[in-house]
């Protein structure tokens, strides 16, 4: 796309909002059920960027003062075309994962997760939102999007002004 909106592939997509608001939530619930499932975590590690910001609830709502983190790139340019995953930054904090849980935002097609999870066999996997490929990658997840639905973060939106319907010239 032109503006820069993401669109993975050229089939036509379509577009789900994430406010901050529901992301706090969200994250809250993904930390109730992993109280309910898991002894108390080591530490966390946060799968950059995007897994940065629920992992730091987790860690509020868990009591996880441990965070390490692993940045892996595979997605580039603004059509968004997926490449092999590129190791930027090990968790070397988290050895053989043992102990630990690693967070991300979502899995899509579940190359990260598949990925991260091949250098930390023994970690638990969570994240908030799940599309149907991605889903077996992950041991939890609070939410799931169709495969064709782009998740737009809040982190990528801006409120704007509107015009009212009356004062646009093609309304
Ligand atoms: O399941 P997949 O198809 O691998 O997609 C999911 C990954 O893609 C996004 O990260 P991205 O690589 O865009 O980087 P970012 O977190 O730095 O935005 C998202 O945060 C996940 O980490
Ligand atoms: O749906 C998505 N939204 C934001 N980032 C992503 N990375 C892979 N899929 C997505
Ligand atoms: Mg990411």
């Known amino acids: 796309m032109t503006d820069g909106t993401p669109a993975r592939g050229t089939e036509s997509i379509s577009y789900a909002t994430v406010t901050w608001d529901q992301m706090h939530r969200d994250a809250r619930l993904l930390a109730m059920e992993l109280m309910r499932s898991h002894r108390p975590f080591r530490g966390i590690v946060a799968i950059t960027r995007g897994g940065l910001i629920p992992a730091a609830i987790l860690a509020r709502e868990l009591g996880c003062r441990l965070i390490e983190s692993i ?3 595979s997605y580039e340019g603004e059509a968004g075309t997926q490449r092999d995953p590129e190791l930027l930054k090990a968790a070397e904090a988290a050895g053989d994962g043992e102990g630990f ?3 991300d935002d979502l899995v899509d097609s579940g190359v990260t997760a598949q990925y991260v999870r091949s250098l930390l066999p023994k970690a638990v996997f969570a994240c908030l939102y799940a599309k149907p490929r991605g889903r077996p990658c992950t041991d939890h997840f609070v939410t799931e999007f169709p495969q064709d639905t782009w998740v737009l973060f809040p982190w990528d939106m801006a409120p704007q002004f509107i015009a009212p319907l009356s ?3 093609e309304a």
């Open 167 to 169: 004062r646009r010239e």
């Open 101 to 103: 849980l690693i967070v």
């Open 71 to 73: 940045s892996v790139a």
